[in-house]
């Protein structure tokens, strides 16, 4: 492949570049004396990386590994793609940090679900090696076995849960065969509620799958019984799924950010809603996130207001960092127009190197960037990478995705409107949703790249999800050509302001009780009901604590938030204690209620020093009331006495008599 070693150069910032033939083959050596020099290392190839790590031993500085061959050289436009390699040797020198890890432990115990003789086979396949039961829905005639090597029973499965190693499932309908059953399987009088509980399900039913985003569901498996060949990898990989085994935790939870319900009130559902396993419950005041459970989309994180779920691979501010190391070396090395593909790094991969080894390669401007997963961007990803000095923006995703992709579409649909109203029109942020590498290369040559924001942003910043979103917009807005003060946004947008009827407003502070931020606040001094917008997440707390239901949301950004003092809702004067004078209440208040009560009602009658009370802070109505030797029960209207079975008897008679 070409290399334009002269823009890598441009690129690396003065880091010294070498360039090879057969670095892995003949010329060995030279990476054997650059593994023992000290400072970091970066190989632009990942099919020798095992070859190169075993070279490099335990080398203190580690080893980076990057492929530049299927991503930028093996290209038509390979001669054009020294800026690209340029940023994909900055964006590997960005290291992701180490992630925690959940153990999941599964002693074989498997549950084989069909409806046919298929299950009974399948059955027989794992038996050497796993604790195998199958279980036969609505069963037709099954031939018993000649020896028992398994149970064989019949049910159907009501509801699922679980994970891989503690599996539990609700059977209705479950019978054992009898043993005395001759030509074909005989079963016991049915029970409903029986509990299976077990490692492994192999699911060969082939009706709906038990589990919602079941491929993401470590220990289900599952098979159309009518594909032979889609069982047996079904089988061989259950058989391979004993022992103990370690998945990220893909996410970080800070359960007091959590802004999902206070007082029994609900607030933000966000990653209820988008969780596409389940993996999501409501526990209290906040959620709780099961990370056996959970398969890493990313998106609960994504759209977390209050930062309380952050992902960690990697974190939003790595992930930042990636994105501007490539970008600012692609500019540093001459390159124009880029458009940042962000892929998964399984499945979009392969389709990238299919692309690269058998079609055209990808455009010397398609700078790929492997994730975890896509919908684990966030929207504060997406207006660094413009701010940065990105055209365009694409995700790549299958055809038919293994979830749901509702949060990254949200997200996209937030940064058009931020985007547009910022001058940067056009069609800069979308999906490529595709299995043909034909057709990804369509939809990145059919991109009309608009201007970059001229000269881009270079800040790094750290911190807290919340934190990093504001900042990236705060930057985008400095940078951007045609700078507005307030964007509107779609519903459910994480970013807004409230409004408050204030005729309809007593001044309560319920609002500000169950506000998760503090962007809701009062005066410790006088009545008062403030609002910092920059805090606002739009959880709906407050308008759902509200007893006047007066308080709607409003999605919008409004830049000039970051530096403005709260502003004032509402404000009126304090109730004075006419004892004491101290102030104890919302004036307004006090004397509505003085005049419902005065004259009106028993405890306050008209001209009585007792209504006094009512105009005094708590302390001092007890002292009063005290004094004057106050009795609640005096003067309390008398109450008929109950009526009972005999007046209603008595009154039926009466009537009979008539």
Not at 4 to 26: E, I, K, M, N, Y
Not at 576 to 585: E, K, N, P, S
Request: one cysteine or more; glycine letters at 8%; aromatic letters at 4%.
């Amino acid at each position: 492949m070409p290399l334009d070693v002269a823009a890598v150069q441009r690129g690396c910032g003065g880091s010294p570049v070498a360039t090879f033939c057969q670095l892995c083959r003949s010329e060995i050596d030279h990476f054997r004396a650059a593994a023992a020099s000290e400072g970091r290392l970066i190989v632009g190839c990942t099919q020798e990386a095992p070859l190169f790590s075993e070279l490099a031993g335990e080398r203190r500085d580690g080893i980076e590994f990057v492929n530049v061959r299927e991503t930028a050289g093996w290209s038509s436009e390979g001669a054009d793609a020294g800026a690209k390699m340029a940023a994909l040797f900055a964006a590997a020198g960005e290291r992701a940090p180490d992630y925690p890890l959940v153990s999941l432990s599964s002693e074989g115990v498997i549950l084989v679900y069909g409806r046919d003789e298929s299950a009974i086979e399948a059955g027989r396949l794992l038996a050497d090696e796993l604790d195998v039961t199958v279980m036969i829905s609505k069963p037709g005639e099954i031939e018993p076995l000649r020896t028992n090597l398994f149970p064989v029973v019949k049910g159907t499965v009501r509801a699922a849960g679980g994970h891989l190693g503690a599996f539990e499932l609700t059977i209705d309908d479950y019978a054992a065969p009898r043993p005395s059953s001759r030509d074909q399987l005989v079963f016991e009088a049915p029970r409903h509620g029986a509990t299976s509980r077990c490692d492994l399900v192999l699911d060969l039913c082939g009706d709906t799958p038990l589990f919602p985003a079941h491929e993401l569901r470590d220990g289900y498996l599952r098979a159309d019984p009518k594909d032979p060949a889609a069982v047996l990898r079904a089988v061989l990989k259950a058989r391979g799924l004993v022992g103990s085994f370690d998945k990220p935790r893909y996410i970080n939870f800070t359960a007091e950010l959590c802004a999902h319900s206070r007082s029994r009130r609900t607030g933000c559902r966000r990653c209820l809603d988008l969780c596409p396993t389940g993996a999501i419950t409501p526990d209290g005041d906040h959620v709780r996130i099961d990370a056996e459970i959970c398969a890493g989309c990313g998106q609960c994180a994504a759209a977390c207001p209050t930062g309380a779920a952050t992902y960690a691979m990697p974190p939003a501010d790595k992930l930042m960092h990636k994105l501007r190391a490539m970008l600012l070396a692609y500019q540093q090395a001459g390159g124009t127009n880029a458009v940042v593909l962000l892929h998964d790094g399984d499945h979009c991969a392969a389709l990238i190197d299919a692309l690269a080894r058998h079609g055209e390669g990808l455009p010397a401007n398609a700078l790929p960037l492997a994730v975890n997963e896509v919908t684990q961007v966030g929207l504060e990803a997406i207006a660094a990478c413009f701010a940065h000095g990105a055209t365009a923006l694409r995700f790549l995703l299958r055809a038919k995705p293994k979830h749901d992709p509702a949060g990254l579409a949200q997200t996209i649909s937030m940064a058009e409107a931020i985007l547009g109203g910022l001058g940067i029109a056009g069609r800069r942020v979308a999906t490529i949703e595709t299995d043909d590498p034909d057709a990804l290369l369509d939809a990145l040559r059919a991109i009309e790249p608009g201007p970059a924001v001229t000269p881009p942003a270079t800040f790094r910043t750290v911190g807290k999800r919340s934190d990093l979103l504001r900042f990236a917009l705060g930057e985008l807005h400095r940078v951007a050509p045609s700078p507005v003060d307030v964007i509107a946004l779609p519903e459910g947008a994480p970013l807004g302001t409230v409004q408050v009827d204030v005729d309809g407003c007593t001044l309560c502070l319920s609002c500000v009780s169950a506000c998760p931020t503090g962007a809701l606040s009062d005066d410790p001094e006088r009545p008062a009901l403030k609002f910092a917008e920059d805090a606002c997440v739009q959880c709906g707390l407050c308008k759902n604590t509200c007893p006047e239901k007066v308080i709607t949301l409003t999605p919008q950004i409004d830049f000039r938030a970051a530096t403005a003092r709260p502003r004032v809702i509402k404000e009126e004067e304090p109730a004075l204690c006419i004892r004491c004078g101290q102030a104890f209440g919302v004036k307004s208040t006090i004397d509505r209620i003085a005049a419902k009560l005065e004259g009106r009602h028993w405890m306050y009658p008209a001209g009585d020093r007792r209504t006094e009370a009512i105009r005094m802070c708590a302390d001092c109505r007890v002292i009063t009331m005290s004094e004057q030797h106050f009795d609640p029960f005096v003067g309390v209207p008398e109450r008929p006495a109950p009526r009972t079975t005999d007046d209603y008897l008595r009154e039926r008679e009466q009537r009979d008599k008539r």
